[in-house]
Structures are given as structure tokens and as C-alpha cells.
């Protein structure tokens, strides 16, 4: 195994071994119905607990330039606000770059990872303070880069949320609508 298999290999473990400790997932595995693929555009189809995975491979020079939360009406959206970089200018994404967040409502917890070398262009400070207004979003957690290909981050929510995830293009930006289901 070369030293840069070797590398990814490693990184794989310490992905892997993140999201069994903040997810549960030692514990289960996925099954093939609760992995799905986000949208273009917002569609109602909320989930609950699985995998949204989407974005395109080939994206990379990704910058996540804010995370960012808004109130609505019957959710809470999250923004991730992306763009590229080449030769020191920000230049507009096609769409979003590869992307996973795995949904545990056992654990009231959502981990997102972010493929396309991403660097964090944003205030962490002033993301962590906004979220602390969230009804919805106990806390987000955000973890440090282990890897260049990748970034992983955490929302902590409330009991008995769902989440719809879509991209939205002029400018790229994830979306994340999560609302807290009647009990």
C-alpha cells in the first residue's frame, strides 16, 4: 500500500471511528432504504433518521464561506453558503460538492461531511453564537480538519426532529430544513 492509500486508508478509519462515537453507529448499520439522495429544490420529504448523501465528486476548491440559521415558519433552516477559489479569487460553483449527513435520532444528532478539499472561510465564533438562539439546535460542533479532502461537522438537536436537505445554485448553497415532528 502506497503511503498516500495509506493515508486515505487512515483518514477512512478516523472517519469511521468519528461517526461510531458521535452516532451510535458501531451499533447498526445503514440499510438500503434509509440512504437517500437530496434534491435540487425543497420537496416537503423530510427524514427522521438514515443517510442524505449528494453534490457532485468532481467539485473541489471548495470554501464554505458561512454557516449560517434562520427561523421559518414551521422549521428551522440551516445554510451552508460555498464558492471556490482559484489564484486568490472567488469564483461561483457549478453545485455543491460531494456531500453525507447521516441523520441519528436515537442520539438526536446529525453529522455532516463535506468532500472538495473544503476550507472554512467563516467566523467559528460568530457560528457557534448563532446557533445558541436555535430552538431546534442544541449545539453544533465543529470538529477539526483531520483531513484536506474532507470536513466533518456536528448539529446537536432537540427530541424528535426530521430534516430535509437540498441544493440551491446562483449562488451554491446547502440547505438543511429541520423541523421538530409532533409527538
Do not use: C
Not at 29 to 50: L, M, N, Q
Request: charged letters at 25%; hydrophobic letters at 45%; a positive charge.
Amino acid at each position: 500500500m502506497g503511503i498516500n492509500q495509506k493515508t486515505v486508508f487512515q483518514n477512512q478509519v478516523i472517519l469511521f471511528a468519528a461517526f461510531a462515537l458521535f452516532s451510535g453507529a458501531a451499533r447498526s448499520e445503514i440499510r438500503p432504504e434509509k440512504i437517500h439522495v437530496s434534491d435540487s429544490k425543497k420537496t416537503e420529504t423530510y427524514i427522521d433518521d438514515g443517510l442524505i448523501m449528494g453534490g457532485d465528486r468532481a467539485i473541489n476548491n471548495v470554501v464554505i464561506k458561512d454557516i449560517r440559521r434562520a427561523l421559518n415558519p414551521g422549521f428551522e433552516r440551516v445554510v451552508l453558503d460555498l464558492e471556490s477559489q482559484q489564484t486568490g479569487e472567488s469564483i461561483e460553483l457549478p453545485r455543491a460538492p460531494y456531500f453525507q449527513l447521516a441523520i441519528n435520532s436515537e442520539e438526536n444528532r446529525m453529522i455532516m461531511t463535506l468532500w472538495g478539499q473544503p476550507k472554512l472561510g467563516f467566523d467559528s465564533k460568530k457560528v457557534v453564537d448563532a446557533f445558541k438562539k436555535s430552538k431546534i439546535v442544541k449545539n453544533i460542533v465543529l470538529l477539526p480538519r483531520i483531513e484536506d479532502d474532507s470536513w466533518t461537522f456536528v448539529f446537536e438537536l432537540i427530541p424528535h426532529f426530521n430534516v430535509e436537505v437540498f441544493e440551491l445554485k446562483k449562488p451554491v448553497r446547502l440547505i438543511l430544513d429541520i423541523q421538530q415532528k409532533k409527538a
